[in-house]
């Protein structure tokens, strides 16, 4: 396995566990900007999403929505928890699976035409030095 991958595998779940740490803690720490809740929803899930499509090239793209639709659920169901002190959200969900489905929208046809220029260029042969 490349190097490269390797790396997007461990940022990928290093960046999931954050975003579920992150999103169930009592009080987090602030975001540089304080960006609203939506917006630090939508960028987290934008962020994973491209983590797991570069970590997971080969992966289903609606297995990957599934996923990330069932991980958004799981945080706001622990946000249902009274001693976190949190509000579980509907629409917080909603701007998780948002998230992850434009991405994955805008990923897929340029992951297509990427691999379509990659397999249509012409392999060189290099010649060895008599």
Known sequence: MPMLRRLF????????????????LPKPPPVP?????????????????LLARFAYPRANPIALLLAFTG??????FVQMIPALGRDAALDDWGADVAASAITLLILEPLRRLFARRSRSAPQHVIDEPA
Request: charged residues 10%; without cysteine.
């Open 33 to 49: 900007g304080d960006p609203g809740d939506k917006v630090q929803h939508i960028i987290a899930f934008v962020t994973l999403t």
């Open 71 to 76: 991980f958004g659920a799981a945080i706001e």
């Open 9 to 24: 595998i461990l940022a990928f779940w290093a960046a999931l566990v954050f975003a579920f740490v992150m999103a169930s």
